[in-house]
């Protein structure tokens, strides 16, 4: 069964700095995908990486992946307020099942 | 694109009694997922429809839960003899095909008391 790890699981911090969560997964996978979640809300897609090296930016968000190490990375430059929330990264298994990580809390403190 | 709908928001219930939940995808989605989060944790996979086929079940899911998606279009998540265990947010995704993202309705959390 493919597991997915995220780390941290909390991240507290302040505006103005940069930071990455890192997302390893199990087992062979060419895509991964990143979501974020608002507390009480449903899940937003924010990246699709579809091969290897692939990196895709919106914002102050970077999404990197690398299929080799099986791991993917979400940075996080100059943080503001609004990027709190939870932020969860999803490897699809045998096509169709995405097994999502534990997911990153993140808090920026003014 | 009016996004993917879940029906109901929220539904409390007696341990024991049956609960129907409804999810409406985008309409141009053949694929549809439902899926379970609890508190703290990441969304849990439960079931994968491609029309109206039921392709992929996860070996976790009791045999209390059974899933539908009669001509392809909207899909009904049924959970029998509910137990406390059972209180979640239940999650509806479609998405069109290899590579698209998933996207979300905004769940139906259950509570059972």
């Known amino acids: 069964e493919l597991k997915v790890e995220q780390n941290p699981l909390f991240l507290s911090m302040q505006e103005g700095k940069n930071y990455t969560i890192y997302c390893n997964y199990s087992?062979?996978?060419?895509?991964l995908y990143w979501y974020r979640q608002d507390p009480g809300k449903s899940l937003e897609s924010l990246f699709v990486?579809?091969?290897?090296?692939a990196v895709k930016q919106e914002g102050r968000l970077m999404a990197s992946l690398d299929t080799k190490a099986r791991l993917s990375t979400l940075h996080i430059t100059a943080a503001v307020h609004d990027l709190s929330a939870t932020y969860f990264c999803?490897?699809?298994?045998?096509?169709?099942?995405?097994?999502f990580g534990t997911g990153t809390s993140l808090t920026v403190i003014p | 694109d009016t996004g993917v709908s879940q029906d109901p928001r929220h539904k409390i219930t007696k341990r024991g009694q049956n609960v129907t939940f409804r999810c409406d995808p985008i309409?141009?989605?053949?694929?549809l997922y439902w899926y379970r989060q609890t508190l703290g944790q990441g969304p849990e996979f439960l079931t994968y429809?491609?029309?109206?086929?039921?392709?992929?079940k996860s070996r976790l899911l009791s045999d209390r839960f059974s899933a539908e998606r009669p001509k392809g279009s909207f899909s009904t998540l049924e959970i029998q003899r509910t137990e406390q265990g059972d209180s979640a947010m239940y999650l509806c995704?479609?998405?069109?095909?290899?590579?698209?993202?998933?996207?979300f309705g905004n769940g139906t959390r259950l509570t059972v008391t």
């Open positions: 995704a479609s998405r069109t095909g290899r590579g698209s993202p998933l996207h």
């Open positions: 999803a490897v699809p298994y045998t096509g169709n099942q995405f097994y």
């Open positions: 429809f491609q029309n109206e086929a039921q392709l992929e």
């Open positions: 990486l579809l091969s290897n090296g």
């Open positions: 087992t062979t996978s060419d895509r």
């Open positions: 309409s141009e989605h053949n694929r």
